[in-house]
DNA sequence: ACAAAAGTGTTAAGAATACACCCATGT
DNA sequence: ACATGGGTGTATTCTTAACACTTTTGT
């Protein structure tokens, strides 16, 4: 008789918050790991595709469906023996983000939290390393898709899209040479409104050209 | 009661022969799709990594194992409904180079088989966008990292790797441009030997500076 | 001697980088 | 009036692309 190993799905759920680069964790009631921080995952059922997997456990353990999301890829499958207490487990896992302007839905079944990238609580099973693959599969993506588009709200200013190039790539840019860049990419166009948000000079607000996020996974 | 899906393992072993990128199919055996070519594949069991379900697999319908690959990176896992007779099922599939110069082991449990990319026959479930997918990401790793490297013997001539670019690419290069482009990352050194075949000026054999493969999987 | 593939450099255009000052606002 | 972040242009280097003739061999 057959028998299929353990399927789990895990999400990296990023957002642009506050001039930074966050990632969302919950806190893990069972064993093992119990208390500390993991990502949202859990286990997939026969019936089921991964996606839809994925969907029900964010519902789940953070109050967040996957239509909530702006972008939503397949990051990798990690198959790591002890990964799971009933043995050897295969993980699938999605690396999704929320635009900025969403309402940041959350029940507090599993305390559900962001958190800075570059300061993360101590993370369960080989969360860590699942963590650093997507940081640098965004970092690649940045330059070859528009991806940036989904962490956006729908009007930003160049600054604010600076400064989420500068959160992910975690370097600083030049404002002139980016601004440059992202005009010769025509993948913005100015808007007539001005952002104030302070004693200086007010910001333009842009919007994106074309809303479609490239697809391509690589 | 926990019932996880079906887990199914996938292949995709190029290599480059005769100036053409090739990839190996099985003929199935069983239903569905009896007499189509296919990937090989198989189950992956309880308590194996899908990379050992991989090798199994391999050895038994292709008499390949793993460890004559020059080079095994996970592509994507596919969860297709109607993928399998037994209801949804998920699928890992797994990008593998056979190098060049090696034996063309295969046992003929399955008439396994090299095709030409550019001429592939019929296929089973939805193995076609499988390699679609699987060649798009060939293409894209051949500008950023060393990965022609698994596919050439340990000496060629610079005009055989400008072949497998080429078919990797689909398209002709310059030869002057791929050349000094070659020569700018210094990915080869020269030896001083050559390869004479034909009745034209002999052709300079080189091998690669650094054996290892980039393993960058993006 | 000729056919066939190997080998070789230069120029032009475009992309990426470095760099410093003026502008519009709130207090 | 001043502090704060927003906004702008040019020169240099590096990268990419286009392009044609000579060399060495086997027959």
Chains 1, 2 share one sequence.
Do not use: C, W
């Amino acid at each position: 008789m057959y028998r299929p190993p353990i399927l789990t799905v895990d999400g990296l759920i990023f957002r642009h918050n506050d001039g930074k680069l966050e990632l969302l964790l919950i806190k893990r009631k069972a064993e093992p790991f119990a208390g500390t921080y993991a990502l949202p995952g859990g286990y997939g059922s026969h019936g089921q595709t991964t996606q839809q997997a994925m969907d029900t456990i964010l519902i789940r353990k953070a109050g967040l469906n996957l239509k909530q999301l702006e972008y939503l890829e397949q990051l990798y499958t990690f198959d790591m023996i002890g990964r799971d207490p009933r043995g050897h487990a295969v993980s699938v896992t999605y690396f999704g983000i929320l635009k900025n302007a969403k309402p940041k839905v959350s029940s507090t079944t599993e305390s559900p939290q962001f958190f800075d990238i570059q300061s993360l609580p101590p993370l369960a099973f080989d969360h860590k390393t699942i963590i650093n693959y997507a940081i640098t599969r965004l970092q690649a993506k940045l330059s070859y898709t528009n991806i940036a588009v989904a962490f956006m709200p729908t009007h930003f200013s160049l600054p604010q899209l600076q400064s989420l190039y500068e959160s992910i790539l975690d370097r600083k840019l030049d404002k002139r040479n980016f601004r440059k860049q992202i005009k010769a990419q025509d993948l913005v166009k100015e808007t007539d409104e001005l952002l104030r948000e302070g004693r200086h000079r007010p910001a333009r607000l842009y919007q994106f050209t074309n809303k479609r996020i490239d697809t391509l996974h690589f």
